[in-house]
């Protein structure tokens, strides 16, 4: 990274998926890329919240995947969200050691917030989810039973009422009245993903008729 750095340094778009070789030397020498706006680091498991705390140095950043970076926490996000007040998109899906406490720092420019498989997800964490967001997706695995999405946190998301895109599969226990609070406030809802949401009946779909007519 280092040559890319000294080389490239106006680079604005890298992706680094699967580079399980990068860690938080080469961000660091990353960080001086100043004109950097997207960055993809996706399973990259090497990479710690001191990684982040570096790349915090590309305050241009729109967009950052950190998705399946086991060992990154929140403190680096922090940093992120402090400094980049640009960012756009942000994919911590399967991020186990960051919990939804980060959310109360994201401005109101962050419109795509990827949190599945999110361990970490109450009904506080959510209520900080700026009301910006556009794209959510709380989608959880089949086997989580801790933090799981229920229908309060879905009362909290209905606070996004510019949302157009929601992922709630395998969300067991969320209910109608869940899907109730979202057909009463998110009218612009245009995708909605409830796959293997058993709490869901005739009724959920009532509510989404009646309150959601852009759903596809």
């Known amino acids: 990274l280092q040559i890319i750095a000294d080389q490239y340094i106006h680079i604005v778009e890298l992706d680094l998926s699967e580079c399980i070789g990068i ?9 001086i890329c100043s ?6 680091l996706s399973r990259c498991t090497n990479v710690t919240e001191q990684g982040l705390v570096y790349l915090s140095k590309c305050t241009k950043l729109k967009r950052l995947s950190i998705s399946e970076c086991v060992n990154v926490s929140g403190v680096g996000i922090v940093h992120i969200a402090q400094a980049c007040s640009d960012l756009q998109y942000l994919d911590m899906s399967m991020c186990p050691k ?27 964490g959510l209520a900080n989810v700026t009301t910006s967001i556009t794209h959510l997706n709380l989608g959880q695995p089949q086997w989580l039973r801790v933090g799981n999405i229920i229908d309060q946190d879905l009362q909290s998301c209905a606070r996004c009422i510019h949302l157009t895109h929601l992922d709630l599969s395998m969300c067991s226990y969320v209910t109608d009245a869940g899907i ?37």
């Open 23 to 31: 860690s938080c030397s080469g961000l660091q020498s990353l960080s």
């Open 35 to 40: 004109e950097l706006t997207s960055l993809n």
């Open 98 to 124: 960051v919990n939804d406490g980060v959310l109360a720092y994201f401005g109101t420019k962050l419109t795509h917030l990827n949190l599945h498989q999110f361990r970490h997800v109450d009904k506080q």
């Open 180 to 216: 109730r609070h979202i057909a009463r406030k998110c009218h612009g809802l245009a995708r909605l993903n409830l796959c293997a949401c058993a709490g869901i009946t005739d009724n959920a779909l009532s509510f989404l008729g009646e309150g959601c007519p852009a759903l596809t």
